[in-house]
């Protein structure tokens, strides 16, 4: 039976068989029966590579972090998790480096600096996730909006619907304000130049 560890680009936990194809924590999620009980334990929210070094892990072990899965790493990116710094150092110093250029900021911010602002632009409000409001064609590819009752990527200047399965269909970019999933230090970040990993079908951006 397949696990409640598959992140959404809300952020939310879901049970679906599809594995996705990164992976991270938010520290101990589940109790020692294997059962969900907190969304996070910990402010670093971390997005990894599915193999490193060889290592290997089982799954949801006693009183051990738990681990989680995202269909990409623009969907990490919206749920509110970064690049790990070991296993995608390089990823983690792109990613640090935009985040300064695009902050302005006088020199990088450390590793959990970047993670208390992230805390505060994820979170919950009465049960929902937070949001904020911007136009389509001022979004870099990359980022996620609530829109449709639906999760959708903004990539080729097209709009297309997660699933737990991958994207399906697309759609034109809507006109207007919309819903800006993605936290905005690191929409900010992508501005600047940092480059996700979306697995999009192949294709899929061809006007």
């Not at 480096?97 to 600096?113: I, Y």
């Not at 905005?184 to 996700?196: D, H, I, K």
């Amino acid at each position: 039976m397949p696990h409640r560890n598959r992140v959404n680009p809300a952020g939310d936990l879901i049970t679906t068989p599809y594995r996705g194809t990164m992976y991270g924590n938010r520290g101990v999620l589940h109790n020692d029966d294997l059962v969900i009980v907190r969304r996070h334990q910990v402010r670093r929210w971390l997005v990894c590579v599915l193999e490193f070094r060889g290592r290997r892990r089982k799954i949801l072990q006693p009183r051990r972090y738990t681990e989680l899965f995202f269909h990409d790493e623009a969907v990490a990116l919206a749920a509110g998790h970064r690049p790990c710094a070991e296993c995608r150092h390089g990823d983690y110093q792109a990613f640090r480096a935009a985040w300064t250029t695009g902050l302005g900021l006088p020199q990088p911010p450390s590793a959990d600096s970047m993670d208390l602002v992230l805390h505060s632009e994820r979170g919950l409000v009465d049960g929902v996730r937070m949001t904020h409001k911007a136009l389509p064609e001022e979004l870099p590819d990359g980022v996620f909006i609530r829109w449709r009752n639906g999760y959708w990527l903004v990539h080729g200047r097209k709009l297309h619907r997660w699933t737990p399965a991958g994207y399906a269909e697309r759609e034109d970019l809507v006109g207007g304000p919309v819903d800006v999933l993605t936290p905005l230090s690191t929409v900010v970040a992508l501005q600047a130049g940092y480059r996700p990993i979306a697995d999009l079908p192949e294709g899929a951006t061809a006007g």
